[in-house]
């Protein structure tokens, strides 16, 4: 008799065994986009604040995520689960927060993710018109960028890890080149002020970890590939330890590097002149064309790379609602070769693809077209860009929060030989320091946004995020009440596809 795939590719399995420590710190520092951040992330913190110390906030907040990820590692060696922050949640403190966690989780990585094309897109058309002088709506990238993101999302997840390896690796190499030439030209010596406390510990300061915190983005999204990893109870520790430590690093030592090559006492006011462009102008000035001209190309890679992370992240959460029974069972569909979740990968194209052309009549209703008045050109960046992105990284910074107390919940009653550094102190201190950088961003909000004042956008966004996740608490308990059976198998996915394979075996034999 033929053999037959262990599971149906309607329901079932990712493809295992197929990511390594290395693969997955590379899909989380793809995430971060390192070069986005220090060209864009960087100098907009230095602009709005006008703290020098920037880099001592990258400092702070990757001690503070590192702690987190005590608690947060510990729980992955047990909770082995595409849904991730939902799994850890639904086990660690009840099933409908855990529900409730899902949909704060899916508009926050869907805002990230389609956030990030507005700027990707705005980028492209302005790279093309400066050096070939084509121009094109910043739109159109977007379309295109959406269908390639989506044809990598429905192949193997190693496809995707090789793709996202060797575009951070051209960031990482593009972003040490700057360094390099910045501690070369340092106009008022290799000064320290960037790394001084001092400059850091002043007012301000909550908007800089504001701003920092969303940097990091992305650290948190090795536990979503965990049924995927060689060694779940290894691989997702590691690799959230080494993303942490490598982009804390890599952050703060480049963002010294600004202060040092443009010199501490106008960093501010050059990062308030020309934003994110100003490591190019930099790089123009002071090393071949050529060089600026490829550190503009590898940009628009890094948010290709971003955005190839997001959407992997949010195909998987949608597999692990559908494969439960959450949401529709369709989404928990694989494909029988690549075993990649393609119907949660078509899903958040469709999304992108929604949202974008949303935008886009958004602007032509209110005018705002590319006639290079400053602000109707940057709408993309100053409204899909800005405003969903930050929102996203709201999201995100809550969940962890909660993560952090479902570690506890989780370890309450069996600390399963670990020591209480893990499971009750370290996630006790990260919770604190979390929720205080959520409340952070909260007041920072219209900082954040760009806005000199309270808008509509002020409330809408946050509201995006809170109301689904009420409303996803409210339908867990209903789950409870109407269907018991789908209620035990809340954020328990990898164990239903194991048990249901056991009962499909004897029906392979004919039994």
């Known amino acids: 008799m033929t053999s037959a795939p262990t599971t149906s590719p309607r329901t079932g399995e990712l493809g295992h065994r197929r990511l390594g420590v290395p693969s997955v710190t590379l899909m989380i520092i793809a995430a971060s986009a390192p070069l986005t951040v220090v060209a864009g992330g960087v100098t907009t913190t230095f602009a709005v604040t006008g703290v020098i110390g920037v880099p001592v906030g990258f400092i702070v907040l990757a001690a503070a995520l590192a702690v987190f990820a005590v608690g947060y590692a510990a729980m992955s060696r047990y909770v082995t689960n595409a849904g991730a922050f939902y799994a850890y949640i639904a086990q660690g403190i009840g099933r409908p927060f855990g529900v409730g966690a899902s949909l704060v989780a899916l508009v926050a990585y869907n805002a990230m993710q389609v956030g990030i094309y507005g700027l990707f897109g705005f980028q492209l058309s302005m790279f093309l018109e400066a050096k070939f002088g084509l121009v094109t709506p910043w739109w159109l990238w977007i379309l295109a960028c959406i269908a390639l993101v989506g044809v990598l999302g429905v192949n193997r997840v190693d496809l995707s890890a090789k793709v996202l390896g060797i575009l951070v690796a051209l960031e990482f190499l593009a972003v040490i080149v700057f360094d390099i030439v910045s501690f070369v030209v340092a106009p008022e010596g290799v000064s320290t002020a960037g790394i001084d406390p001092a400059n850091f510990f002043v007012p301000g300061i909550g908007a800089v970890l504001s701003f920092g915190i969303a940097a990091f983005m992305g650290f948190e999204s090795a536990a979503i590939y965990g049924e ?33 090559g443009v010199g501490p006492t106008q960093i501010v006011e050059a990062s308030q002149t020309y934003g994110p462009d100003l490591m190019f102008v930099f790089m123009n000035e002071h090393a071949p064309v050529i060089i600026s001209d490829l550190m503009q190309v590898l940009f628009l890679t890094s948010l290709f790379a971003a955005l190839q992370s997001f959407h992997n992240a949010v195909a998987r959460y949608l597999f692990s609602l ?21 119907v949660g990968s078509v899903t958040q194209s469709a999304i992108a693809v929604v949202v974008t052309i949303g935008f886009v009549i958004a602007g032509e209703v209110m005018g705002l077209k590319n006639d290079f008045a400053p602000v109707e050109f940057l709408y993309p960046v100053l409204t899909m860009f800005t405003w969903l992105t930050n929102t996203g990284a709201m999201g995100l910074v809550l969940l962890m929060c909660i993560i952090a107390i479902a570690v506890i919940g989780f370890f309450r009653r069996d600390r399963r030989g670990l020591g209480a550094w893990s499971t009750v102190v370290a996630p006790g201190i990260s919770a604190v320091v979390l929720f205080a950088v959520f409340v952070l961003i909260v007041v920072n909000f219209n900082v954040l946004l760009g806005q000199a004042e309270t808008t509509a956008a002020t ?53």
Do not use: C, M
Not at 322 to 342: D, F, I, K, Q, Y
Not at 477 to 502: D, Q
């Open 459 to 511: 409330f809408v966004l946050p509201a995006l995020l809170i109301v689904p996740g009420i409303l996803g608490v409210v339908w867990g308990i209903a789950i409870r009440t109407r269907n018991p059976e789908l209620y035990e198998r809340i954020g328990h996915g990898i164990e239903e596809a194991e048990a249901a394979a056991v009962e499909v075996e004897p029906q392979r034999r004919g039994i």
């Open 228 to 260: 995927e990893s060689k060694d779940p109870k290894r691989t997702v520790a590691r690799a959230t330890y080494a993303a942490v430590a490598i982009i804390g690093v890599f952050y703060a030592f480049s963002a010294w590097a600004f202060t040092v």
């Open 322 to 342: 559908g494969r439960e029974g959450v949401l529709h069972r369709g989404l928990g569909s694989v494909r029988a070769v690549s075993r990649a979740p393609w």
